[in-house]
């Protein structure tokens, strides 16, 4: 199995930027990187993914490291609807495998 | 919005009864999975489909469960004896297929399972 490993929870203010963080030193080169979150007794969510370059788009930013050992989910204002638990997943021959994910606690 | 449909959304069962789960998953989805979460966990993957056909079901309990996705399009998972552990929230996801890129995952609401 692919591996990745995320602190357990984080706490941010609303409305700051939000940085959370994943290392997955045994990266492949053929493995993208995905982000997944979910709200309480909800299914995950798509974020984002990407394979090597940093990626946007409306929900979120992917920095990825240049060798590719970890990466960064950037929120850039933080919300309250944004607390939930935030996976970081290699996607390996179209199969994720889910850790325990970092808890996203958001303060007003 | 397409979205991945399931039921029920709970089901409670007493052991050794059996049980099963539905999904449709979003039109023109190749790929199908059923996911188990165990609370405080990470989904785990049971089974992967590409459409009709079974491309991974390493993980599944297959003494107890099984999958089919008879037409390529919507899909059951049946548990035949229930146990106190099987106690989760299965999940089920679609993708547009499989292959040399990668997709993104759209999962449905899930089936929390009690076993009593």
């Known amino acids: 199995d692919a591996k990745t490993t995320q602190p357990n929870s984080m706490e941010s203010n609303e409305e700051e930027p939000v940085h959370l963080p994943c290392n997955h030193s045994?990266?492949?080169?053929?493995?993208?990187i995905h982000w997944y979150r979910q709200l309480p007794s909800q299914g995950p969510e798509y974020v984002i993914h990407g394979l090597t370059s940093n990626v946007n788009n409306r929900m979120a930013s992917l920095a990825i490291a240049e060798d590719r050992k970890s990466s960064t989910l950037i929120l850039h204002r933080a919300t309250l609807r944004d607390a939930a638990v935030y996976y970081c997943i290699l996607n390996d021959r179209n199969q994720f495998y889910f850790g325990t994910g970092t808890s996203l606690t958001v303060i007003p | 919005e397409a979205e991945v449909a399931q039921s029920p959304r709970y089901k409670i069962t007493e052991k050794s009864q059996a049980v099963a789960f539905w999904c449709d998953p979003i039109s023109g989805h190749a790929t199908l999975y059923w996911y188990r979460q165990i609370l405080g966990q990470g989904p785990e993957l049971l089974v992967q489909?590409?459409?009709?056909?079974?491309?991974?079901d390493s993980q599944l309990p297959k003494d107890r469960f099984s999958a089919e996705r008879l037409k390529g399009v919507d899909s059951t998972l049946k548990i035949q004896p229930a146990e106190l552990g099987d106690s989760a929230m299965y999940l089920c996801?679609?993708?547009?297929?499989?292959?040399?890129?990668?997709?993104?995952?759209?999962f449905g609401p899930g089936t929390r399972l009690t076993v009593t």
């Open positions: 045994t990266i492949s080169g053929t493995d993208y």
């Open positions: 996801a679609s993708s547009i297929t499989t292959g040399a890129t990668s997709y993104e995952q759209y």
């Open positions: 489909f590409q459409d009709e056909s079974v491309v991974d």
